[in-house]
Structure formats: structure tokens, C-alpha cells
């Protein structure tokens, strides 16, 4: 046969050569038609195995059962299901997170919102924006109050019990600390002890509270550039992302600057774990597409965010190895979480048996976060020590600091008794916080930063403002038993014994302010259990044994000073 001949024939089609050759080569026709049987079969699992094929296959399936009688009312309907019978997605985005999730005049904009809208057009849906915070979002996506959170969340292995992360990614950040430009701060070793403005549920607080930080928590992103420019704050702690907006800005830019960062985190949007198999299965799919036609880099550029690791991941996703329905699956492509386990307690658990246990009879469900793992009990546990050398400190300089005033105040010589009066008119005058806070500054003007320093601060403050006034009862006392003619032999021990009710209530006074320690940063229990509640859940629960915590020492107190008052009374009527 001549080669013209050959071509001819191949060029008709595999319909015309596999017969003819069949007819006069019998061996050569039936490899050729298993070479074209294995083409074709090739040919369709290559087309198989392409995200997109995978995903139509996917929204084909859950239109076909949304459109079934009585699916979409079904409980157990899987959410992808439910989205098509709804007609739209229920995205959870923030509202103040400037050039990802703003609200304006009512609309909502920014790169995650943008990143919404694109998902729900690759779905055919519309969307319903519903807001959310740091320490909401993942609630609200538990309570069924949304399908899917956009938020600027990061993916690290403790959220990983809580929701379902959609991968490959959509973004990355670290986390920056930025503060004044004269502020010399350059690591670790510089922010024990300062304040630190933060958003609660921020995984990487646990790493500024094993530093020393005191943290002080706000639900909102954007009052932390607020707390920096009015002072409330010394230094800030935020995604980079986040400040990306404010460093855009001349003014901002001129005065503060990024101290260091750290935490490098993916963030990965996220549906809940149970009910949402298929959805986050197509997610993950329009995730790999979105990246592989450069959907997400193109949102980014119109945000005017930065681009690089999503050019990085571009490239990654148009590869062979990666663009497949596979593809989310292999390690070699998919970024992994963040690792910020926490090493738990040895007791944890039986503090979720607990937990579990209370939930089961009560119906309470109880969260305490400060048993489970080791930084927080930690913490907790030095919370507790501290604020009971706190207590027993500032009942301590109230009684002396009650005897010093009140035997100023009876003194003949006039310059103490004149220094007594102004002493005590000042501190009556100013409010308990204030008379913290400076002395605080005092002290730490004398002395380096540490908590010692900072616990003594307050004993003194919380011992001077109960004190004076403890010391001007027994003045009181002291004029009260002369005018009665009584003798000056042992008239100071009558009148302090005179004086015990209102003595007992000032040292009950004392005991009550010292969780006002937690402003100046001393880590008492109110610090540590704020410090606790910034990376872990719970806070009615921790707030709630803050509360008992104080109860039983106010009450272990008053029992106390009630057998001192007796002893006191005792002494009065003996002489």
C-alpha cells in the first residue's frame, strides 16, 4: 500500500482504517483498536480529572436533588442543596477592614466581599452579606446564621476542630506590631510589660501574652489604629493586611511605623463541619479554578492589596501536577495550617468529662479554657497567687498606712498634722484609678518594669487611699474620747479600737479594689483571665469565676476582719 494511500486512509478516520486493516492485517486491526479503545479511555479520565468537570458534576447533582418534591424542606439536606433551593449564599464578611471588608453608605466592599461575589456567580447564586467579627464568626457559622466565612481569618490547627477550612487558600498574612516611631522596640525582649491593643480571638495573642504583654481586647479591627493615635494604647497588634490601608496614608506613615512581625499565616474561607460536605467540596474545587485563572489575583489588584503570594499560588495552580480535582488533597500544593496547637493540661481531660457532664444534666454549657491547656493555666494560676499577695499587701498598708495618718492626725506638732489633712483631702478627692496610675508612673520612673514593681504600686496606692481615710476615723475617735475627758494614757489603742467598724470597712474597701491592679499591668486575676480570654473561648464562664473568685475572698476577709473588729472592742471595753 503506498504512503498516499496510508495517509488517505488515516485521514478518514479510524471508522475506515480499523476495518480495512482489520480485513488484511488482522493482528495490526485489533492493536489498533485497543490503542484507540485506550486513547479514548485516556482521553475521558484526563477530562475527569479537571476541577472544572468536578465541579459541574457537583452543581449538576445538588440542582437535580434541589428540584426533587420536598428536598429543599428536608433537615438533613446538605448546604450546597440548600443554597440552590434558597437562590443565594449567606457569606459572613467584616464591615470595618479596610481593603478587605468595608461597609459604605450600606454597600459592602473589598477584596473578601469581591471574593464572595465571585463564588456565588460560579454557583448561579445570589448573596445575602451578613457581618461579622473576630470572635463571631465562627458561632454564627456553628449557629447556622451563615454558610460561609470570608473574614480574613487565619487557618491554624486549633480552628480546625471548629470549622472546615476551604482549600487551597485565598490569602496569606503575619501578624505586624506596630507602634510610635520613637518607640524603640526591635524583639520579644522589649514588650514585656507594655500595652498592646488587639481584637479578641486573635490566635497570635497567646504569643505576645508568653512575652509579658498586657493586652487589652476590642471586637473591632478598626479601633486599634484609633487607640494608637489617641494613647490609649502604646503599641498595636493586627495582620499586616490590616495596617497595609493605614501605611497608604502619609499622615499615619510619618508617625508609626512596623516594630516586627511574626505568625505567618494562610487564611482560608470556611463552612462548618457538619452538614457541609458537598458545599465545601465544590468550594475547594472553585478555590483551585480562582487561583488557576488568576480570579483571585486579578480581585487583589482591583483592592490594591498585596499580590505576591498570590502570583506564587497562580503558578502553582496551573501546574499539571496541581489542576486537578485532586488536587486540594496533595500536600506537594496545598498549603499547611498554621501550627498553633496548645500543649494541653494533664487534667484537661477530665475538665471536658466535666464540661460534658454539666452540659448533659444541667443544660449550662461551661467553657473553662483556663484548665485546658498550659499557657492558660498558666497564667490562671499566677493570676490567682499574684492577686492573693495582692490582697493580703493591700490590707496590710491600709492598717499601717491607717495608724501612720490617724497618729499624724492627732500629733501635736502642726506640720504633721497639716500633711496629714492635705494628704487625705487629695486622695479623697481623686478618683482610685487615677491615684493608681500614678503611682504606678512614679514607680516605674524609679524602677525597671516587672510585675513585682507593678504589684507593689498598687498595694501602696490601694494601702494610701483606704489608709488616709481609715486614719481619719481614728482622729475622729481620738477627738471624740478627749472631748469626753478621757485620760491620754492609751488614748491612740481606744480610739483605733473605737474606730474598728469603719476600719473593717476600709480594709474590706482595699480588698474589693485590687482588680484595678489589671490597669497599671500587674498580673493579677482580671489581667491574666483578659489575657486568657484573648486567645481561647468562654469568657462568660472565666468572667463568671472571676467573680465567685472575688466573692469568696471578699467574704474570707470580712470574716476576718470581724474577728479583728471583736478583738479590737474587746480591748475598748476592757479599758
Not at 460534658?356 to 444541667?362: E, F, G, L, P, V
Not at 490601694?462 to 486614719?471: I, R, W
Request: charged share 15%; proline share 4%; hydrophobic share 50%.
Amino acid at each position: 500500500m503506498s504512503s498516499a494511500k496510508c495517509w488517505w486512509l488515516r485521514s478518514r478516520g479510524p471508522g475506515i482504517w480499523a476495518p480495512m486493516a482489520s480485513r488484511r492485517f488482522p493482528f495490526i486491526g485489533g492493536l489498533t483498536a485497543l490503542l484507540l479503545l485506550l486513547w479514548t479511555a485516556g482521553g475521558t479520565a484526563a477530562a475527569d480529572q479537571r476541577p472544572d468537570a468536578a465541579l459541574e458534576t457537583l452543581l449538576s447533582d445538588a440542582r437535580a436533588e434541589a428540584a426533587r418534591p420536598g428536598a429543599c424542606a428536608a433537615p438533613a439536606a446538605d448546604s450546597l442543596v440548600r443554597i440552590v433551593c434558597d437562590g443565594e449564599i449567606r457569606l459572613g464578611v467584616r464591615h470595618h477592614y479596610p481593603l478587605f471588608g468595608e461597609m459604605t453608605g450600606g454597600e459592602y466592599s473589598g477584596y473578601d466581599v469581591d471574593v464572595g461575589r465571585a463564588i456565588a456567580a460560579r454557583l448561579g447564586v445570589g448573596v445575602d452579606y451578613a457581618r461579622v467579627n473576630a470572635a463571631n464568626r465562627i458561632p454564627m457559622l456553628a449557629e447556622d446564621r451563615i454558610d460561609l466565612i470570608i473574614a480574613t481569618m487565619g487557618h491554624n490547627t486549633p480552628r480546625d476542630g471548629q470549622v472546615r477550612f476551604i482549600r487551597p487558600h485565598y490569602y496569606r498574612s503575619e501578624t505586624i506590631l506596630v507602634g510610635p516611631r520613637e518607640l524603640e522596640v526591635e524583639d520579644w525582649s522589649d514588650i514585656a510589660g507594655r500595652s498592646i491593643c488587639v481584637t479578641i480571638g486573635n490566635g497570635s495573642n497567646q504569643n505576645m501574652v508568653s512575652q509579658g504583654a498586657r493586652l487589652m481586647l476590642f471586637d473591632n479591627a478598626g479601633a486599634l489604629p484609633e487607640r494608637l493615635q489617641d494613647g490609649t494604647c502604646a503599641l498595636a497588634a493586627q495582620d499586616d493586611s490590616f495596617f497595609a490601608y493605614y501605611f497608604a496614608q502619609p499622615a499615619f506613615a510619618a508617625r508609626y511605623d512596623v516594630k516586627f512581625g511574626f505568625a505567618q499565616v494562610p487564611w482560608g474561607m470556611a463552612v462548618a463541619r457538619t452538614g457541609s460536605q458537598r458545599l465545601g467540596d465544590a468550594l475547594d474545587l472553585v478555590s483551585q479554578i480562582f487561583h488557576r485563572d488568576g480570579v483571585f489575583l486579578r480581585l487583589a489588584q482591583e483592592n490594591r492589596i498585596r499580590t505576591v503570594f498570590l502570583e506564587a499560588q497562580q503558578a502553582i495552580w496551573s501546574s499539571a501536577a496541581c489542576n486537578r480535582a485532586g488536587g486540594n488533597d496533595d500536600p506537594a500544593c496545598v498549603l499547611p495550617a498554621l501550627d498553633a496547637a496548645i500543649e494541653p493540661t494533664e487534667f484537661a481531660a477530665r475538665v471536658e468529662a466535666f464540661e460534658a457532664w454539666m452540659k448533659d444534666r444541667t443544660g449550662v454549657a461551661l467553657s473553662l479554657a483556663m484548665l485546658k491547656t498550659k499557657p492558660a493555666w498558666t497564667l490562671f494560676w499566677s493570676g490567682v497567687v499574684n492577686s492573693l499577695m495582692l490582697v493580703a499587701g493591700a490590707l496590710a498598708a491600709t492598717m499601717t498606712f491607717a495608724l501612720l495618718i490617724g497618729a499624724m492626725f492627732t500629733a501635736r506638732a502642726a506640720p504633721l498634722r497639716w500633711a496629714a489633712r492635705a494628704l487625705t483631702m487629695v486622695l479623697q478627692s481623686s478618683p482610685i484609678v487615677l491615684t493608681l496610675v500614678i503611682m504606678a508612673t512614679l514607680a516605674h520612673a524609679l524602677f525597671a518594669y516587672s510585675t513585682a514593681v507593678a504589684l507593689c504600686a498598687t498595694i501602696v496606692a490601694l494601702g494610701l487611699a483606704n489608709g488616709c481615710n481609715a486614719g481619719q476615723a481614728i482622729s475622729e475617735a481620738m477627738r471624740t474620747l478627749r472631748a469626753e475627758g478621757a485620760a491620754d494614757g492609751g488614748l491612740f489603742q481606744r480610739a483605733v479600737a473605737l474606730s474598728a467598724t469603719q476600719i473593717v470597712s476600709f480594709l474590706v474597701n482595699a480588698t474589693k479594689g485590687t482588680p484595678i491592679a489589671a490597669f497599671v499591668g500587674a498580673p493579677e486575676l482580671l489581667s491574666a483571665l483578659t489575657d486568657i480570654t484573648s486567645f481561647a473561648s468562654g469568657r462568660a464562664t472565666t468572667y463568671g469565676l472571676l467573680l465567685i473568685f472575688y466573692i469568696l475572698v471578699v467574704m474570707a476577709v470580712m470574716w476576718g476582719c470581724g474577728r479583728l473588729r471583736l478583738w479590737l472592742e474587746r480591748r475598748q471595753a476592757a479599758a
